[in-house]
């Protein structure tokens, strides 16, 4: 019938269009990063690091390229002797009884007193467990720069704020032993509020979730102690803009301004997805993740659920309006032809 | 003084037809207002503007509830406030935000119904006119409630359109034609601010929706002499239509009285068409809001793309691929080239393109080439793009440049 064929012509043009300016777009726009499924094994950063050795091959001035040149290739082999030390780590087999003595010394800064600690505070360990992958931790343990892959900000790991931590723990049995505690003991049934807070919550606020770097902030009884604490607050948000070089962006909404792929790549490898930010490296296990995602689907798309309850009945309601009208229509256009 | 019958009670007929001949505007504007029979369900997308229309004025009624116009609040009343504290103002937002995305589609739809089928010249210029006015103040309406929600996008695109009423840059000419002056006057401020949000939501939610009402008012009126179009461009005769139709002659008869009959068949296709928009609302309304538009106004970071709404794209890329002074000319020559369109078309033919020669082929080159020049208008402006983009452009002014001479060609048929 002639009026399908119309709407077949309406249709195909009206989604050329939406191919167009929607999927084919935005394929073009972002540049799409495969994800690494939550395991890190060094993989990107040491393909960062032979991306950079081809930069330093186009510099024109010799004296500069050569200089620029050596230091990329120590920059590789740094990298590819960290993570494969790391992989030898991982291959131990770690004593959660001997570890939760070294474990001691991660509780001399992870201490939960909330004290800003050269630019941000030590999160809480306690659900570390569930949150991190284990060979991230074992990564993080030898060398917290190189493992959050913000190395090229310092000229010494050790100057990290973590960074000390390499001469607390050395021994690869040892931080074998402490990730095997960590991922024993330090286990609960993590929630996405907590998950959050522990992972994000020290360098991001989510204003939507009632959250700034220090915490849930309080119902306050006078103007007073709530401008006080605000004060606070601001303290705080100026010793992670000195540390991180800008104040990491609330995250309230970021769910609906960032693709699922974009937030799933950036937290496992920043630097994928901004080369040089400052921001490091999370090392999230897939289930840490999965929480903390939850957390910023419920600030940023409060209302999925009622979406989803609403949406069929409403449609509905218009199929049973479209019959009608059809009906309807039918009895006035009887005897018109 | 007219003729009163003085013992009618108040608010029958009678004393009704008596004080506002509600009978008589009843068939003017209803039962006898004749449409062709032959007509299709193109012809019902005017009535689903009007609809459409409709949603957005309610949904925003319920939005501008709770809106801060603040440069301060804006973002976190849109984003926080309406869609978790409002009861349901996530679904009045999300109907908001799809029906202005959806409402262009049919604009675009119902343009160029018109244009296949000849329906703005012979005695319908008018309808035309008011209709280009519509979509030109529907543009406006649009950007100014972009501007709202003060996110990434809104600053942005509303820092590069207002920059365009700069005029020419001020190398050209010795800067005869560059007005930086008006830009600021637009704005209120030299850079986006709280002036010129203010005045953004006043035109938003006042001005603008006031001027369309009566320019909605306008385009009806300017259909009730000529009569819509039918799709074979024949030229009913009405009053001997009319006759046979009211005698009982309903097949003979080529028209239909608007109501009931033309108004069953537009609300049938209106109810497929909720279906599909409320299908939009709930499942997939992100088509409509820009993810960009979701990080905060930030006049120090400027977004790595910064492209307008897609209905706006086709002419963006009119004046992107050129430099800057041409690019503006071509613009403005896109702005006002469809007002001109039942001026240049010279051909004394009503008929649908396809069986009008040459025209046919113009017809769909042109609407081939604006979906061209609106995938390339967000695409970024690199390589291949740029190309596309700018042999796009030309074919849309070289089309235009050519429509009268391709026109007159055509014989009458
Ligand atoms: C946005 C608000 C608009 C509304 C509410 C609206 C409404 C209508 C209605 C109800 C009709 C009669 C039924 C039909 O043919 O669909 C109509 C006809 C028409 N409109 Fe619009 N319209 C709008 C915009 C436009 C625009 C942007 C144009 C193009 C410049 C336009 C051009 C026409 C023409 C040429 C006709 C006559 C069609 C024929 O004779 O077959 N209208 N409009």
Not at chain 2, 85 to 92: A, F, S, T
Not at chain 2, 236 to 257: C, T
């Amino acid at each position: 019938m002639k009026e399908f064929k119309i709407l077949a012509v309406v249709a195909f043009f009206t989604l050329v269009t939406y191919w167009g300016v929607e999927p084919f777009a935005h394929s073009q726009m972002h540049k799409h990063v495969e994800s690494n499924n939550f395991s890190y094994d060094g993989k990107a950063d040491i393909e960062e690091a032979s991306k950079a050795i081809e930069v330093a091959k186009n510099i024109t001035d010799a004296n500069k390229k050569a200089k620029v040149l050596d230091a990329a290739n120590k920059k590789l082999a740094d990298k590819k002797a960290f993570w494969a030390e790391v992989s030898q780590v991982s291959k131990l087999k770690g004593n959660a009884a001997a570890g939760e003595a070294s474990f001691a010394a991660c509780m001399a800064c992870h201490n939960g007193s909330g004290a800003n600690m050269g630019g941000v505070i030590p999160p809480k360990l306690d659900n570390a467990g569930s949150l991190y992958d284990k060979n991230y931790l074992i990564a993080l343990i030898k060398d917290p720069a190189m493992a959050s892959n913000v190395d090229h900000k310092y000229d010494n790991t050790m100057m990290h704020p973590m960074g000390t931590v390499k001469t607390m723990i050395t021994a690869p049995q040892q931080i074998a032993d402490v990730v095997e505690f960590i991922k024993t003991k330090k286990v609960v049934k993590l929630t996405p509020q907590v998950a959050f807070e522990d992972a994000c919550g020290r360098c991001h606020a989510n204003r939507y979730g009632n959250l700034t770097q220090l915490g849930t902030t309080p119902k306050f009884k006078t103007e007073q102690e709530a401008l006080t604490h605000r004060v606070k607050v601001l303290d705080e948000q100026d010793k992670i803009k000195a540390y991180m070089g800008k104040l990491p962006p609330d995250l309230s909404i970021i769910d609906r301004a960032r693709s699922a792929n974009f937030m799933e790549t950036f937290i496992q490898d920043p630097q994928s997805q901004l080369p040089g930010t400052s921001m490091p490296r999370v090392g999230l296990s897939k289930d840490g993740y999965a929480m903390v995602q939850a957390y910023l689907e419920k600030t940023g798309d409060p209302s999925k659920e009622a979406r989803h309850a609403l949406g069929p009945w409403v449609i509905v309601f218009f199929i049973i309006f479209t019959m009608l009208a059809y009906l309807w229509k039918k009895s006035q256009w009887k005897d018109l032809h | 003084m007219a003729h009163f019958d003085e013992k009618a009670k108040p608010f029958s007929n009678q004393w009704m037809n008596d004080r506002l001949a509600v009978d008589t505007v009843k068939k003017v504007l209803s039962t006898e207002y004749w449409i062709p029979k032959n007509i299709n369900f193109l012809w019902a997308m005017g009535m689903i503007l009007a609809a459409t229309f409709g949603l957005l004025i309610v949904s925003g009624i319920f939005l501008v509830m709770y809106y801060q116009p603040d440069t301060k609040t804006a973002f976190d009343s849109v984003n926080y406030t309406i869609m978790t504290e409002v009861g349901y103002g996530w679904l009045w937002r999300h109907i908001h935000g799809v029906a202005a995305s959806v409402v262009f589609l049919i604009i675009y739809i119902h343009m160029f119904t018109g244009i296949y089928y000849g329906s703005y010249k012979k005695g319908r210029e008018m309808i035309w006119l008011t209709g280009m006015l519509l979509f030109v103040l529907f543009s406006a309406e649009a950007f100014s409630g972009y501007m709202l929600p003060w996110g990434q996008m809104s600053y942005w695109a509303g820092m590069v359109i207002t920059n365009l009423f700069g005029g020419f840059t001020k190398d050209f000419l010795g800067g005869i034609g560059n007005i930086q002056a008006l830009v600021e006057w637009i704005r209120g401020d030299y850079v986006p601010g709280q002036a010129f949000l203010s005045r953004f939501f006043m035109l938003h939610v006042f001005l603008l929706p006031l001027v369309i009402m009566g320019v909605i008012v306008l385009h009806f009126a300017a259909l009730r002499i000529p009569h819509v179009n039918n799709q074979d461009g024949e030229e009913v005769d009405f009053e001997k239509s009319a006759r046979l139709y009211k005698e009982g002659n309903k097949k003979e008869s080529e028209v239909i009285p608007f109501n009931p009959v033309f108004l069953s068949k537009d609300i049938f296709v209106m109810g497929i068409y909720f279906v599909l928009f409320f299908y939009l609302v709930f499942y997939h309304f992100e088509f409509a809001m820009d993810p960009v538009n979701f990080d905060p106004a930030d006049g120090l970071k400027t977004p790595a793309h910064i492209y307008p709404e897609w209905y706006f794209l086709w002419s963006y890329e009119i004046l992107r691929p050129f430099p800057f002074n041409v690019g503006l000319v071509a613009f403005g020559f896109a702005q006002v080239a469809f007002f001109l369109l039942p001026f240049l078309d010279r051909s004394p033919n009503v008929a649908p393109a396809n069986r009008r020669g040459l025209f046919g082929i113009w017809f769909w080159l042109m609407l081939i080439d604006m979906i061209v020049l609106t995938i390339m208008g967000k695409l970024p402006p690199e390589g291949v793009w740029n190309v596309i983009g700018f042999v796009a452009a030309l074919t849309f002014i070289i089309l235009f440049i050519l429509l009268p001479f391709i026109t007159k060609t055509e014989k009458k048929a």
